[in-house]
């Protein structure tokens, strides 16, 4: 048994006996010291007292052991992509995960931009060559024929961290890395059309959404290789483990 399942059952296993030891003492989470009757979760009376012991005993834990999956899943994730970027950084600093969040977001906000003005060159330049005809085909020479634009007014890039990271040795190092990041950015996105300014799709409303971005590395030079709106969407880098 691996260290996470250890510490997930170690977790578990304390967080019931903690409820178990509330539930079964004189006094349990009462913070009267007076009551004969002791503790009492799901008692009617005292109002909140049923709802706070089914938040303790109950809903807490799972969130706590929600919590320690979360942590672990992405501390693996970080390890991955740390040994990943290891094959390159020793080329250049500019691979460092510090470096490439920086360079990233600004990568992010350029493509937002290019995307909203229907800028076919310059994202070009951005993505892959199979990303970028299927992008094409799929909307920009649709939206140019019909006259409509893709508002994206991004306010903030929020957080960013790995997802997933592949290293083909085949490829070798300037071309054979591939890393997708989760992204959460503030953003209005909406499609709207030119002439008569009416909202087709989305609001005006700004949200958080969470995206996943994967990026190649093409001659050294990073591109992007896919767009997730959902982790069910992720396809490439899957693909690319599955295969390896």
């Known amino acids: 048994m691996n260290n996470k399942k250890l510490i997930l059952l170690f977790a578990s296993i304390t967080l019931a006996l ?22 009492r979760p799901f008692s009617s009376s005292g109002g909140g007292g049923g709802l706070l012991g089914f938040f303790l005993f109950f809903l807490l ?8 999956a979360s942590h672990f899943d992405s ?22 995960w510090e470096n490439l969040q920086v360079f990233f977001q600004d990568l992010i906000r350029e493509t937002y931009q290019d995307w909203q003005a229907l800028d ?7 993505m892959t060559h ?16 019909k006259g409509l634009t893709n508002i994206c007014d991004v306010k903030e890039i929020k957080f960013m961290m790995p997802y997933g990271a592949h290293f083909n040795h ?14 959460t950015t ?30 190649q590395l093409e001659n050294g030079e990073w591109k992007i290789a896919e ?17 390896s």
Request: no cysteine; hydrophobic share 35%; charged share 25%.
């Open 18 to 39: 903690i409820a178990e030891t509330a539930i079964a003492g004189p006094g349990g989470f009462s913070s009267s010291s007076s009551s004969s009757s002791g503790y």
């Open 61 to 68: 834990p799972f969130f706590v052991i929600i919590g320690i």
């Open 75 to 96: 501390k693996k994730k970080m390890q991955e992509m740390n040994e990943v970027l290891g094959q390159i950084i020793p080329l250049d600093s500019k691979y460092e």
């Open 120 to 126: 076919t060159d310059a994202l070009a330049t951005k």
């Open 130 to 145: 199979a990303y970028f005809q299927e992008q094409n085909q799929k909307y920009l020479k649709e939206w140019k024929n």
């Open 170 to 183: 085949r490829k070798g190092k300037l071309n054979g890395v591939t890393l997708s990041i989760q992204v």
């Open 186 to 215: 503030k953003l209005a996105d909406y499609l709207v059309n030119n002439e008569t300014d009416e909202i087709i799709q989305g609001d005006k409303y700004t949200k958080s959404q969470d995206t996943y971005w994967t990026f």
């Open 227 to 243: 767009i997730a709106y959902k982790k069910e969407e992720i396809q490439l880098i899957k693909k690319l483990k599955s295969s």
